[in-house]
């Protein structure tokens, strides 16, 4: 019998990255109800031996598989940070792209508003030199009049030689001076009138010369400073990607070795279930020869029996017809018949394991929910609730339960032999268990309660059915 693992109830976490299904699948000769050789004792220690070194490669291989999946969650995390700064970059980048054109803008307006300062400055300097020409204009006049102008000017103008028409030409000359004079002066006056204009479009332009400056040093800073971000960003998470990306490695080197482990155990198990079987097949044959001996046996001595009371009868009085072996052998036919008849109806009587559960998964190849691998899906299961009983299909055995990293909490049911094969049942991913290795079960007890322990995406019942030591699909017998 293999050992009990202990009842305390170990439930894992749901993985989304899992390994390919490391059980080991005690199945046959567990509980045997025959005698079986020491050799037989020496495979079945061997078999324990092996299932606590499979399960040890395959804790090692969840240990592992948990490590690859958290590698990969944080590549995915990083590779979710560098497409996030990926997306920052770009719009650094177009903010580099406007800095660059404004900067460029910004030079060219600087360039015109230069110009335009030169210009301005040019017609300050125009300006000033026209109105120190019309100033000395007015001055020079001003004092060749002022030279002239006496107090007997107007007498003069009156009683200078000449005729009445010689005079009115003097008043006119005289009216057209002063004319000209105030003229000069209204120049002098637009003249200085212009050169403040002047100067003022100059400080303008000085100002605005100064403004893009100031603009075009800002807009230079903050591009060195998107620059400087830009690389700052791109080298610190393309470094943390490749970290993670040197851990998944690491890990994925890690489960390679740990399911090389796990399949060369695997191997040497399937060697181990063959020769159990073989052991199964032979003592079957050993009991078969021990029945037909005993057949003989009874036949033998019924015969003797017959042929004694045949002997004993015809002492006393006329010979009745003897008892044939034909009708021993007929009576024995008939038993046999009997009892195959009662074998068919105790293997029509299976019941369900979880009543009016619906089968979510069958039996057969598959893409595994967890573990994304086409594999087979070694049994069927019934979704219901955690906590919901799980009965057993058959009276029978508990011959093991335990804990695995993938089936999570199991128990196995020997039933004996059903319908001419030894069965047994197994369920998986409980929650808890009700009953103990060694216990003696019936068909409908309670023996657990459905779970999502091990590798489960859910809360369900995984079940599994071998006859003769071989997997079979559990609905073919249900």
């Known amino acids: 019998m293999l050992r009990d693992r202990g009842t305390t109830m170990t439930t894992t976490p749901r993985r989304r990255l899992a390994i390919r299904m490391a059980a080991v699948s005690i199945v046959a000769a567990l509980g045997l109800g025959y005698a079986i050789p020491a050799s037989a004792d020496q495979l079945d220690d061997r078999k324990q031996e092996l299932s606590s070194q499979i399960d040890t490669a395959s804790s090692s291989m969840g240990e592992s598989s948990q490590a690859l999946q958290d590698a990969v969650a944080r590549l995915e995390t990083s590779q979710g940070q560098l497409s996030a700064a990926e997306a920052t970059l770009a719009r650094t980048r177009d903010e580099v792209a406007g800095a660059k054109a404004e900067d460029a803008r910004l030079a060219a307006s600087l360039v015109d508003a230069e110009a335009e300062l030169a210009t301005a400055e040019a017609a300050v300097a125009a300006g000033e030199r026209a109105i120190a020409g019309q100033r000395a204009m007015i001055g020079g006049i001003a004092r060749e009049q002022y030279q002239r102008q006496h107090n007997l000017m107007g007498v003069a103008l009156l009683v200078g030689q000449g005729s009445s028409a010689g005079l009115q030409t003097r008043i006119q000359l005289s009216t057209t001076m002063m004319d000209t004079n105030q003229a000069q002066l209204d120049r002098l006056n637009e003249m200085q009138t212009t050169l403040e204009t002047a100067r003022a479009a100059k400080v303008e332009a000085q100002q605005k010369v100064a403004a893009q400056k100031d603009a075009a040093a800002q807009v230079l800073a903050s591009l060195k400073e998107l620059e400087a971000a830009e690389a700052q960003q791109q080298a610190s998470v393309s470094a943390a990607v490749a970290a993670n990306k040197s851990a998944q490695q690491a890990a994925q080197e890690q489960v390679d070795a740990d399911k090389k482990a796990y ?11 063959a020769d159990i079987v073989a052991r199964d097949e032979a003592a079957a044959k050993a009991a078969e020869a021990k029945a037909e001996a005993d057949r003989k046996a009874r036949e033998a001595a019924a015969a003797q029996a017959a042929a004694e009371a045949a002997k004993a009868a015809s002492a006393a009085k006329p010979a009745a017809p003897a008892v ?16 195959k008849v009662t074998n068919r109806q105790s293997w029509a009587g299976l ?9 979510t998964s069958v039996y057969g190849m598959r893409v595994h929910p967890i573990t994304k691998i086409y594999k087979l899906h070694d049994g069927t299961d019934f979704g219901a609730a955690c906590g ?3 009965r057993a299909v058959a009276n029978g055995r508990v011959s093991q339960r335990y804990y695995n990293a993938g089936y999570g909490n199991r128990l196995f049911i020997d039933h004996g032999t059903l319908g001419g094969k ?11 268990y009700n009953v103990s290795v060694g216990q003696t079960v019936k068909q409908g007890q309670v023996i657990g309660y459905v779970g999502t322990t091990g590798y489960s995406t859910g809360c369900h019942l ?13 609905q073919t017998v249900l």
């Open 263 to 273: 399949e060369q155990l695997s191997t040497e198990r399937e060697k181990v279930n």
């Open 324 to 339: 044939t072996s034909s009708n021993v052998s007929a009576g024995t036919k008939t038993s046999s018949s009997a009892a």
């Open 351 to 359: 019941i369900m394991p979880v009543a009016g559960a619906p089968i």
């Open 388 to 390: 919901t009983p799980i």
């Open 422 to 432: 030894r069965t047994t049942t197994a369920y998986n991913h409980l929650s808890r």
């Open 462 to 474: 995984h079940f599994m059915v071998w006859r003769n030591g071989q997997m079979v699909n559990p």
